[in-house]
T-cell receptor, first 114, second 113 residues
């Protein structure tokens, strides 16, 4: 069965510092991979996705993620944190066929310090 | 273009009652999924519909049901509400499936008292 692990339920960074949010997945075959962001009292917004092709994926708001098959990882990074990046981030996987659903990680709440 | 619209935004119900939540997907999107979000269990998949057919269902009791109409709008129903059903219910739509990425609505916050 597929699963997603997000290391660190809370991450704090200083404004201007590197943001690194970790995501590892468990799957017998590489799944489709996604990062979503959730602001308070809102739904989830798609940041970026990996389906096939280039393993370094660029998303919105300056975020990017790299798919590393050998490490079964899909970590999210942003070179310079902004106060507006404070939110909860979810990594999700979806099988490449058949189940039509996401399996979400437990989320990482990002705090940006002034 | 309009996003995914969920109504109502907030709902308070009493144990034992039933509730219906509504979701209007993005125009042209034919896949609609529902998720339950709680602090304890996180985001859990409820079900997914495509062209009025349920393609997948999560591990929820039969009290949770859904349907999709010919215009792709979807409803989910929870009967005999329990306190544990209190959650944020999120609807998401996609052109066809997860490959395209799902667009989520703002959710319906259900409180069962």
């Amino acid at each position: 069965a597929q699963s997603v692990t997000q290391l660190g339920s809370h991450v704090s960074v200083s404004e201007g510092a590197l943001v690194l949010l970790r995501c590892n997945y468990s799957s017998s075959v590489p799944p489709y991979l996604f990062w979503y962001v959730q602001y308070p009292n809102q739904g989830l917004q798609l940041l970026l996705k990996y389906t096939t092709g280039a393993t370094l994926v660029k998303g919105i708001n300056g975020f990017e993620a790299e798919f590393k098959k050998s490490e079964t990882s899909f970590h999210l990074t942003k070179p310079s944190a902004h106060m507006s990046d404070a939110a909860e981030y979810f990594c999700a996987v979806s099988p490449t066929s058949g189940t039509y659903k996401y399996i979400f990680g437990t989320g990482t709440r990002l705090k940006v310090l002034a | 273009k309009a996003g995914v619209t969920q109504t109502p935004r907030y709902l308070i119900k009493t144990r034992g009652q039933q509730v219906t939540l509504s979701c209007s997907p993005i125009s042209g999107h034919r896949s609609v999924s529902w998720y339950q979000q709680t602090p304890g269990q996180g985001l859990q998949f409820l079900f997914e519909y495509f062209s009025e057919t349920q393609r997948n269902k999560g591990n929820f009791p039969g009290r949770f049901s859904g349907r999709q109409f010919s215009n792709s709008r979807s409803e989910m129903n929870v009967s005999t509400l329990e306190l544990g059903d209190s959650a944020l219910y999120l609807c998401a739509s996609s052109f066809a499936d997860s490959t395209y990425g799902y667009t989520f609505g703002s959710g319906t916050r259900l409180t069962v008292v």
